[in-house]
Structure formats: structure tokens, C-alpha cells
């Protein structure tokens, strides 16, 4: 529940940061002749598909090494934080900072002995599902 608080959480700052997103994005692409509205949608809508589509392979489907996956997307979503933080905060570095909170305790919990334990029992049979 603590992964999907945090895709909800990206979901809803994308929806609030959306003129600035348009904003920063729009001087280099419009120069180029690309829409920046449509690029904008796009990349939401692929950053909160693949945080859906990680969540299903760990939570549902057992894939245990998608968890290192998971290290490292939040280390890439991490890395620019300080910089971003030392030009002062925003609600955009707060959100970022609880979006990256939620998933890292999220991660952490794949990790317990009982995590341990249902990843190593046997998967679903999602053959009745499809």
C-alpha cells in the first residue's frame, strides 16, 4: 500500500506541477516544433504505467529481483534531490521528498524474512485470470 500511496502521490504533483511542467519543457521543444503538452502527458502517463507495472511484478507476480529495479529507480528519482533542495523548498521538493520516503519504506519491507519467505514460495497460477 505504501507504493501505491507513493504512484498516487506522483500522480497528484504531476496534476499540480502540470503548467510548470508545460513551462520548463516548452522553450527547447516548441523551437523543435514538438507539442510540450503532449510530451508532458506522455511521460506521466509512462512514469506512473511502469511504477504500476513494478508494483504488479513484485506484489502480485513473486518477481523478487524486480526489487533491485526498484533500488535503483529510487536512487535515479534521489540523486537530484540535494541539488533541488539547496535552491529552497517547494511543495513539488516536499512531495518529491514523501513520494521517495513511501517507496523507500515500501522497499524496505520486500526485504524482511517474511518478504523473504513469500518471494521464495511457490508464484500464482494467473493461467485462470487471463
Do not use: C, H, K
Not at 519543457?25 to 506512473?48: H, K, M, N, Q
Not at 533541488?84 to 520516503?101: F, P, Y
Amino acid at each position: 500500500m505504501l507504493y501505491l500511496s507513493a504512484i498516487a502521490l506522483v500522480a497528484a504533483s504531476a496534476i499540480y506541477d502540470f503548467g510548470a511542467l508545460i513551462a520548463a519543457a516548452e522553450g527547447d521543444l516548441s523551437r523543435r516544433g514538438i507539442d510540450p503538452t503532449t510530451l508532458v502527458i506522455a511521460g506521466i502517463a509512462f512514469t506512473v504505467f511502469l511504477m504500476l507495472a513494478l508494483w504488479f511484478m513484485v506484489a502480485r507476480l513473486r518477481i523478487g529481483f524486480v526489487r533491485f529495479l526498484l533500488i535503483a529507480l529510487l536512487a535515479w528519482q534521489a540523486w537530484p534531490l540535494p541539488q533541488a533542495l539547496s535552491n529552497g523548498t517547494s511543495a513539488s521538493d516536499v512531495v518529491a521528498i514523501a513520494t521517495i520516503v513511501l517507496q523507500a519504506i515500501a522497499i524496505i519491507f520486500t526485504f524482511t524474512p517474511s518478504a523473504r519467505a513469500w518471494f521464495a514460495g511457490p508464484g500464482p497460477d494467473i493461467s485462470d485470470q487471463i
